[in-house]
């Protein structure tokens, strides 16, 4: 099937799909004339991917994580442990968005809307410019 079969049948964006084609998670058949021919084995792997990205896993552990699908020898121990590595990366990031979330309410709180100038939340934010400067 050409790519916009393949998009309509995996759910990605037939743009997403020739991207993969370029840096190597998928390779797709060629016809005589150059053009793409996804076959369903193909289409399945471009679900797996879409899948994948979905969990916001990265580029390179979709690479990892395809390897470690297509290899029927894998122990499924491979797959747990970068699953767990990519969990620990969504609970540090969920603790930053935490932080962050407390910081800007106190901002927030703190900055009285009214018609007068000062605001806390912008002093806040060239204080934090100046210190990085």
Do not use: W
């Amino acid at each position: 099937m050409n790519v916009q079969s393949a998009a309509a049948a995996s759910g990605l964006p037939a743009k997403t799909i020739r991207y993969y084609d370029e840096i190597g998670l998928v390779t797709p058949d060629r016809r005589a004339n150059g053009y793409r021919d996804y076959n369903d084995r193909a289409v399945q792997k471009l679900a797996f991917l879409k899948r994948a990205r979905q969990l916001g896993f990265s580029i390179d552990d979709c690479r990892q994580l395809l390897s470690l699908y297509e290899d029927k020898q894998r122990a499924s121990k491979d797959v747990r442990t970068l699953a767990q590595q990519h969990l620990a990366e969504i609970d540090a990031r969920l603790s930053e968005l935490h932080e962050l979330r407390a910081t800007l309410a106190d901002l927030v709180d703190a900055c009285h809307g009214d018609s007068r100038p000062d605001c806390p939340i912008l002093a806040d934010l060239a204080g934090a410019q100046s210190k990085k400067a």
